[in-house]
């Protein structure tokens, strides 16, 4: 019985001292999200300004970016490419919506859904909506960066109507 209550003031013991390390842990994971979030928001003013080399600000030199129905883009010269050649089919707006972030140590991911509304040169309107999931990661200086994106379509592929 004697060892049942020292084990219980240890416990006790242990759980005040690590409550303080637990809510800075957590207090740490609100910055990741934060400083996530203005990235995010940079991101989304960048594409609707047309700005494809803002729009890299937050990718990592190495980064690898998985579009749909595309070959995988790596390093942030052809990154840049990839986002100018979407900005150059038209203006558009783009909304990312946040649904999780989860951060694990030096890596962070999350979890968006997006709306897209490109007005294209030749006068049509393309709309999207999907899902796409990121992961970061912390830089020496504090930073974090995207070092993989990936992202699909929730809008069904159209039918080709030469095939019938």
């Known amino acids: 019985m004697k060892n049942i209550k020292y084990f219980f003031i240890v416990f006790f013991a242990f759980s005040l001292f690590s409550m303080p390390s637990f809510a800075q842990n957590e207090q740490d994971v609100e910055k990741v999200k934060q400083q996530i979030e203005k990235s995010n928001s940079s991101f989304m003013e960048a594409f609707s300004k047309g700005d494809a080399k803002a729009m890299t600000k937050g990718y ?41 972030t989860s951060v694990f140590g030096s890596a962070a991911t999350t979890y968006h859904t997006y709306n897209l509304e490109v007005n294209m040169k030749d006068g049509q309107v393309i709309k999207d909506n999907g899902r796409s999931v990121v992961v970061y990661e912390k830089q020496k200086n504090g930073d974090w960066l995207i070092i993989y994106d990936i992202w699909n379509s929730s809008v069904p592929i159209p039918e080709n109507n030469d095939e019938k």
């Open 60 to 100: 990592a030199m190495d980064a690898i970016v998985l579009p749909p129905n595309m070959p995988e883009i790596k390093g942030s010269d052809a990154i840049v490419k990839l986002w100018q050649g979407f900005i150059d089919m038209g203006k558009g707006v783009l909304k990312l919506n946040t649904v999780k």
